[in-house]
């Protein structure tokens, strides 16, 4: 079967935290639906979603699986993405691809680090919250949803409730029946609620209803209800039970009948062109148009290669169909159509609108890349989200040399799977360095590296991305010459150098007039400059956040060249900065950790010990405190192991890139001294 009208399908995104049951969710929607005779279990490893050998070990979820049913007439295309912090980008990378973010929360333990992490990331979507595990003991489902509204908005409101038992999940929207006893609340409150929060967005069906008193059936509601969820007005709440079916049925409906189809759903935000010159085009889901469609994610199969999800915006694909990548100019053939469920593959003959397809072994194919059939689409390009940055570093050492180019093939492998993992080459110590979230998304990153390509490796700590800036105006003048026979090399530059703001980069500028210097020998100027800016100029780390002005040079006739002016534009820019009062900086970390009460003195002594400093607390539940820290990235080694040690694993902490600040004196002097023993 495949859907064959855009009003047919329904992309939902599964997102959450670590262990809030999205997998079991996933098996359970399937099974109810009839798409897999029975459900499997993370604990048995057989479930559709987390297939990969790695994810059944761990019995969590190591990326994206896309699954797909079919629901009372509606497609429904589900992703299971991870919940492990440190995996946020692999969840991330699937929001493009969806109209709905559906939260999943466990009734249990409630709201989480990455419950948050997941509403912020969604704001844009069409969100709902899904409270898994109703039948968990001693659940206070009021004061669960009342800790959700007061977290997320009074737009949260239920849609269903929880039986008074928690043994089944009673209709808030389509035909609430007031008998019917239900955990907290009732069913027409519940039902008033949700109704007067919709027509707030249409004048005249409110009128209808407070002035003739008419009740509103679920077709009238209809479009005030997308609109709403369009507009973040409202975010409706349901109550399932992933491991007893309660509610599994209803959720189902709701999916299919309430949550928006590609016609309904904000729309994605397509761009064409670079810089200034970028703007804005819309989209249609028409089938009749041109093709237009984006990959969100990558997978590499080691039978079938790499394969490539994407999302169809517009147009339609079918077997055969000659695609562009983004703005090359030859085309690749879709030689096979794909379905993906879990890790089944099964080939259909179209893809509609909204439609979510693979295919595979097209090498060409990234993450981000936009297809299309027509010239008319060249140099499209989707916003992708905004992605945390990674922190977390390990140099790579192959045990044999040979292994060096698998590594480095890997590596490539990996990161266009995973968009928060980063490769780089530290010319300093001469090593590979991996960075990621945290230290267990590189031991995830080691372990593929591993099994899926026998790589044996050694680690070792990175070397701090220490940085170089300026904080004064300075001016320098410098003249190359060489002369050795016949003609020789002659060039001078002066320029000045001016603090920017942290995290402003750099900016170049030309005020030289008269043709002092040469317009043709400008580009020779840049490119000294910016060598030396890569070279660094008191402990040859980057120098970052200033403005570079060339004012002034002399040229001969014969003489100059371009590496004279380069040569000349190099010395003169270090000389520059070395006038100007340089100071080394250090990479911050932005930490937030959540731990028990009786934990708070230890985990803010061990931070402090860190050279780390509080910058806020809060109490997000009876007997937890969330405190909020800066800490030097040279301080973290090492980190998440004693948090652990101290909180008998009973805690929860995320980490982001927090800038970078000038760093101790002592620290600045020991790498000077450090690089001028080199």
């Excluded at 999943?104 to 969100?127: L, P």
């Excluded at 239920?158 to 008074?164: D, E």
């Excluded at 975010?235 to 016609?263: H, K, Q």
């Excluded at 731990?595 to 860190?610: K, Q, T």
Aim: charged residues 20%.
């Amino acid at each position: 079967m495949t859907p064959e009208s855009v009003h047919d399908i329904r992309n939902i995104s599964l997102l959450g935290h670590a262990g809030c049951g999205k997998t079991s969710l996933v098996e359970a929607l399937l099974a109810a639906s009839g798409a897999i005779p029975s459900g499997g279990s993370v604990a048995r490893g057989d479930t559709v979603s987390d297939h990969d050998p790695q994810e059944k070990a761990m019995g969590h979820s190591l990326a994206a699986s896309l699954t797909h049913l079919e629901w009372s007439g509606h497609w429904i295309n589900l992703l299971d993405t991870p919940g492990l912090p440190d995996l946020a980008g692999r969840a991330l990378a699937t929001l493009p691809a969806v109209e709905t973010a559906a939260i999943v929360v466990h009734a249990a333990t409630g709201i989480e680090s990455g419950t948050r992490r997941m509403m912020a990331a969604a704001a844009g979507k069409c969100r709902m919250i899904v409270v898994n595990a109703i039948d968990a003991a001693g659940t206070d489902f009021a004061a669960l949803t009342t800790a959700i509204a007061d977290e997320f908005g009074r737009e949260c409101l239920p849609i269903n409730l929880p039986s008074a038992d928690g043994s089944s999940v009673i209709d808030c929207f389509f035909a609430p029946d007031a008998s019917l006893a239900t955990a907290f609340s009732s069913p027409t409150a519940a039902h008033d609620a949700i109704v007067d929060q919709v027509i707030e967005l249409d004048e005249a069906l409110m009128a209808r209803y407070l002035e003739q008193g008419e009740a509103l059936d679920p077709e009238q509601l209809h479009a005030p209800f997308e609109q709403a969820l369009r507009e973040g007005h409202l975010i409706p709440v349901c109550f399932v039970s992933a491991r007893t079916g309660a509610g599994v049925n209803e959720l189902l409906d709701i999916l299919g009948r309430l949550m928006p189809d590609p016609t309904e759903g904000n729309p994605p935000r397509f761009i064409k062109g670079e810089g200034p010159a970028a703007v804005a085009v819309s989209t249609e889901p028409d089938a009749a148009r041109h093709v237009l469609a984006h990959v969100f994610q990558i997978s590499n199969d080691p039978y079938r290669g790499k394969i490539a999800l994407f999302r169809v915006h517009q147009g339609k694909v079918e077997p055969g169909s000659a695609l562009f990548i983004g703005d090359a100019r030859k085309p690749f053939k879709v030689a096979h159509l794909l379905r993906l469920q879990g890790r089944n593959v099964i080939e259909t003959a179209l893809a509609v609108p909204g439609d979510l397809c693979a295919v595979s072994r097209v090498d060409e194919l990234h993450r981000d890349a936009v297809l299309h059939d027509s010239h008319d689409e060249d140099q499209f390009h989707l916003a992708p989200p905004t992605y945390p940055q990674p922190v977390f570093g390990l140099a790579l050492i192959a045990r044999k040399p040979a292994d060096e180019h698998k590594l480095a093939e890997a590596l490539v492998r990996l990161t266009d799977e995973d968009p928060c993992l980063e490769v780089s080459y530290d010319a300093r110590g001469h090593h590979t360095v991996v960075r990621g979230l945290g230290e267990q998304h590189l031991k995830i990153v080691l372990d593929q590296l591993a099994s899926r390509w026998n790589l044996q490796l050694d680690t070792a700590p990175p070397a701090i991305p220490y940085r170089e800036t300026i904080s004064a105006t300075a001016e320098a003048r410098y003249r190359h010459k060489k002369q050795s026979g016949g003609s020789g090399q002659f060039g001078e530059v002066a320029l000045r150098v001016e603090p920017l703001a942290r995290g402003e980069g750099l900016q170049l500028a030309d005020e030289v007039k008269g043709g002092a210097i040469p317009t043709h020998f400008m580009p020779a100027v840049e490119k000294g400059v910016r060598q030396a800016l890569t070279e660094g100029a008191v402990a040859g780390f980057p120098i970052h956040d200033l403005r570079v002005i060339v004012t002034d040079g002399k040229h001969h006739a014969v003489d100059s060249n371009e590496i004279s002016f380069s040569t000349a534009a190099r010395h003169a820019l270090t000389e520059a900065v070395l006038a100007a009062r340089p100071q080394i900086l250090e990479p911050m970390l932005e930490i937030t950790v959540k731990v028990a009460d009786d934990r708070f003195g230890e985990v803010s002594a061990e931070l402090a010990g860190r050279r780390g400093h509080l910058t806020a607390t809060d109490s997000p539940a009876s007997g937890w405190t969330m405190i909020s820290a800066r800490v030097p990235m040279a301080s973290m080694d090492g980190f998440e192991a004693r948090l652990k040690a101290i909180c008998a694993g009973e805690s929860e902490f995320m980490i982001e890139a927090g800038g970078y600040e000038p760093a101790a004196a002592e620290t600045q002097a020991q790498l000077r001294r450090e690089h001028s023993a080199q």
